[in-house]
Structures are given as structure tokens and as C-alpha cells.
């Protein structure tokens, strides 16, 4: 008897050959783990075979049998490997703790297949979200609240405050880390802080077009404007017309980005040494210029 499996993927298949002994099962995951896919359901229940399988891949445990899904032994393993394969564990599994810190502590994504009660664990959180800071939409809403654990997300990844409760959103040191660490952060900040100069200037240092998320009043101030054209001149789109017409910033921004003039004012775009600028950064910008520039640069 044929130690494959025919469950489709024939193509692939056929790459192992006729593997009709254990020891050849073995050999081919050694070199892959998903050619688990194609033993026969005897051998994918062989914990031998499996575990092989699954050091070499970890999402090859998908391939095993119920039986293995329940075998802490090769769960461990397979996660080590890759977290991910968390999600083929049983519940049982799921909810051992030693388990899934290794699983999140290899893919902090893991913590969205571990158990309620464990997704409400501050050390296999905290492991989860020092890992992948965005794991942070898997917690309870209990350490969602919690600031030691929002604090060690968004330091891994300024976005992960889009996951904090509205409460920690509004908090200055958090926001602040979080836009240090990616400016667009700024959108999930409280609508007060987004009116902090300070904290929008951060933001802006770290990425120019987050001055979309500024307060009205911050998108009309020039140095909050400098700051973000010169971190990128894409940011100039998100300024008020009178900053779009302020030849010193628009020179900024494309001097950044010469693409950047394709939102300056109507004047700026026959202004030489903007038109200038921009084309020596972006030579597709004259595009941009007004028809008198663009025949004056032209000749």
C-alpha cells in the first residue's frame, strides 16, 4: 500500500515520487514539511513523521492528523517553528500558557488562536505585542486598557494605538511614543492631541503626510507645515491654500518631492525656482508648471 495520500495537488505530488515506505516519508519532509500532505492517514498520524515534519515547517501540522493536534510534544515544535501553527492545536492546546508563549513569542500573531483566557494573560500578551505590536487587537479588553501593555505595543509599532481603548488614546506619553514610531499613529490620537503642537510635530518629523490627521489649526501653522513638507512634499496636498501659496514652503516640498507641485498654487507652478526645483528632483513634474514655464524650460 501506497504510504501517499491522493488528496489532490497530483503536480505537486509527483515531485516525491512513489514514497510507498515510512522511510521515504521521512526523507521528503526533511526537505519539506508539506509533503505531509500527501502521506497516506496512517503515516500522518506516525508522531515520528510528524514531528519531522513540523521542525522543518511548522505549518505543516495542518497535514497531521486530529489525533496530533492534541499532542503537546509536537505542538511545541510546530510552533517554535512558526506561531501561526497555533491555530491548528486543540483547544486543549490553545490554552496551555507555556505553549503559546513559545507560539507568540515566535509570531506575536499567534495570540489571536490562543484561548480567551490566555489572550487575557499579561505575560503571554506582553510577549505577543513585544513581538508584533499589532497583536495588541487580540488582547482582552482588559489589557487593551492596560498602559505597561499599549506602551510596549506601540513602541514595537506606533500603528498598534489604533488597538488601545479610547482612554489610553487620549494619553499623552502613549500618543507621543506612538507617533515617534510612525507619524500616521497620529489618526488614532484624541481629538485634543491632535491639536498638541508638539505631538503633531512629531509625527510630521517621522512621516510628512500625517499632518492630515493635525487639527485644523495645526494644518495652517507654517512650522508644523516646514516639518512635514520637508520629511515629504507629498504633505503640501494637506495644507491650507494659504500655505499651498507660501513660496517658502512650497520650495520645501519639492525640494522633497518634485511631485509635490502638482499642489501649489496656481502662481508657484509659474514661479521659476519652484518649477525649477521640482523638475531637478522630478523631472515628469513640469507637467505641473504653467504652459509659460513649461515652453520657458522647454526652449
Not at 261 to 272: E, M, T
Request: hydrophobic residues 45%; contains cysteine.
Amino acid at each position: 500500500m501506497s504510504a501517499l495520500n491522493d488528496n489532490g495537488g497530483t503536480k505537486e505530488k509527483a515531485q516525491w515520487g512513489d514514497m510507498g515506505e515510512k522511510q521515504s516519508v521521512l526523507n521528503a519532509v526533511k526537505e519539506n514539511g508539506y509533503a505531509l500532505r500527501f502521506a497516506a492517514e496512517s503515516i500522518q498520524n506516525d508522531p515520528d513523521v510528524v514531528g519531522v515534519a513540523c521542525a522543518q515547517n511548522g505549518y505543516a501540522l495542518r497535514y497531521a492528523s486530529t489525533q496530533l493536534h492534541d499532542n503537546a510534544e509536537i505542538g511545541r515544535v510546530a510552533v517554535a517553528e512558526n506561531g501561526i501553527a497555533l491555530h491548528y492545536l486543540s483547544d486543549r492546546l490553545k490554552a496551555n500558557k507555556e505553549l503559546v508563549l513559545v507560539a507568540v513569542k515566535q509570531n506575536g500573531w499567534a495570540l489571536q488562536f490562543a484561548s480567551e483566557g490566555l489572550r487575557d494573560d499579561p505575560a503571554v500578551v506582553l510577549e505577543a505585542v513585544k513581538q508584533s505590536g499589532e497583536a495588541l487587537e487580540y488582547a482582552s479588553d482588559k489589557l487593551r486598557s492596560d498602559k505597561a501593555t499599549v506602551r510596549a505595543a506601540v513602541q514595537q509599532t506606533g500603528g498598534a494605538l489604533q488597538f488601545a481603548s479610547t482612554s489610553l488614546r487620549k494619553d499623552r506619553d502613549l500618543c507621543l511614543r506612538a507617533c515617534a514610531s510612525a507619524g500616521g499613529a497620529l489618526q488614532h490620537c484624541g481629538k485634543q492631541l491632535r491639536d498638541d503642537k508638539d505631538l503633531v510635530l512629531e509625527a510630521c518629523a517621522q512621516r510628512g503626510p500625517a499632518v492630515e490627521f493635525a487639527s485644523e489649526r495645526l494644518r495652517a501653522d507654517r512650522a508644523v507645515a516646514m516639518v512635514a513638507a520637508a520629511q515629504n512634499g507629498m504633505a503640501l496636498q494637506f495644507l491650507t491654500a494659504a500655505l499651498k501659496a507660501d513660496h517658502g514652503v512650497v520650495l520645501v516640498a519639492v525640494c522633497s518631492n518634485g511631485w509635490a507641485l502638482q499642489f501649489a498654487d496656481d502662481a508657484l507652478k509659474a514661479n521659476k525656482e519652484v518649477v525649477e526645483a521640482a523638475v531637478a528632483k522630478a523631472p515628469g513634474a513640469i507637467r505641473f508648471a504653467s504652459d509659460e514655464m513649461r515652453q520657458a524650460l522647454s526652449s
